[in-house]
């Protein structure tokens, strides 16, 4: 018998193309492109504090944040890992202002690519976990023409897959294109990902919590009312809850989709800079937000499904809140109670 760890991500996506006869091969080919790009970024982050690209690069992104050194390497990674592929239309980064065209001498493909290329990248110097997340839908535009912002536009629900690159003590890519949820960890040895998380499910309830307990004073009531639940000892209901807070949204979405739970980066009333929120929607809450989904979990705004939530800009924020079926909905009595 064959087993899960024998299989490589060529093989599966290989395999996977394999059950759609019509598919033209473009999604393959597109990641088997993000695989090889994060090799590479494996190897940067690996030896970061051995070839002085730690820290950060002396000007700040488009969101107004610090950019690290390693933030400006993965993002030129991606991009020249994608960029002559022949299978986007256009592509956009967290670390850039405005869309990101295919050079006019490569072939327009028929997907767009939006991606974070180093998440949690503020924790580098600390030698926390850090990771990529890629958001791909199909353009709208017509096919073998330059790609537009209107491509990039849409709703998480559209999104042809998805997925997160975790740089940990071991590097692993998560993915879904919308059948379920699989997980690959690189093996330095062979240089190869090899499928060690199959069909990955998150628990239907958790007894965790990751949020920033920092920014309690600037909750709205709901959630400081449901945040003093779940700090509260009640045999009745099973609390407290243990507190896990990285500060790496990527650390924190992937550990809570193995063990349950529920990750949480509310709206605060702390900077009237950013009133919808702070984490991006393009970026981060549609991607991280489809794999949680696929996986038997849910996220929300606070109103609605963030893949239901209709992206204006490139650069749209949101609040948002994942994890585990019940989890999440116990958050949600208490927003409906008391917000």
């Given amino acids: 018998m064959c087993s899960y760890r024998t299989i490589t991500i060529e093989r599966h996506f290989i395999d996977q193309q394999a059950l759609h006869p ?8 597109l990641m088997h492109q993000l695989a090889f790009a994060a090799k590479q970024i494996t190897k940067e982050v690996r030896s970061a504090g051995l070839s002085d690209i730690l820290g950060v690069a002396g000007h700040t992104n488009i969101q107004g944040e610090a950019v690290q050194k390693l933030d400006e390497i993965s993002n030129d990674v991606i991009y020249r890992a994608m960029d002559h592929a022949g299978v986007l239309c256009c592509m956009a980064s967290e670390e850039r202002e405005h869309m990101i065209p295919i050079p006019a001498e490569f072939h327009y493909g028929k997907y767009t690519l939006a991606f974070d290329p180093l998440d949690g990248s503020s924790n580098i110097d600390a030698n926390i976990n850090v990771g990529a997340i890629f958001s791909i839908h199909r353009r709208v535009s017509p096919d073998n023409t330059p790609g537009t912002v209107e491509d990039l536009l849409q709703t998480g629900r559209k999104q042809v897959a998805a997925g997160y690159i975790v740089y940990g003590s071991s590097t ?15 093996d330095p040895s062979i240089g190869e990902f090899l499928l060690s998380h199959p069909e990955m499910r998150i628990p239907e309830h958790g007894k965790y919590f990751s949020i920033n307990m920092g920014n309690y004073h600037y909750w709205s009531e709901g959630v400081r009312k449901y945040i003093d639940h779940v700090t509260t000892p009640s045999h009745e209901h099973g609390t407290p809850y243990s507190s896990r807070y990285i500060g790496s949204m ?19 009333f702390k900077d009237p800079a950013k009133p919808k929120g702070k984490l991006r929607l393009l970026y981060e809450a549609a991607p991280m937000s489809m794999i949680i989904e696929q996986a038997g979990g849910h996220s929300t705004d606070g109103h609605q499904s963030i893949l239901d939530v209709v992206p204006k800009g490139l650069h749209d924020r949101v609040p948002l809140f994942v994890g585990a079926r019940r989890n999440v909905a116990e958050l949600l009595e208490f927003l409906r109670k008391y917000d």
Avoid at 177 to 186: D, M, P, R
């Fill in 172 to 186: 692993m890519l998560v993915y879904s294109t919308g059948h379920g949820v699989n997980g690959f960890t690189l």
């Fill in 22 to 29: 019509d598919a033209t091969g473009e999604l393959t080919r």
């Fill in 250 to 268: 990527i650390a924190d979405v992937h550990r809570t989709l193995l063990y349950g739970g529920i990750f949480m980066y509310p709206l605060d």
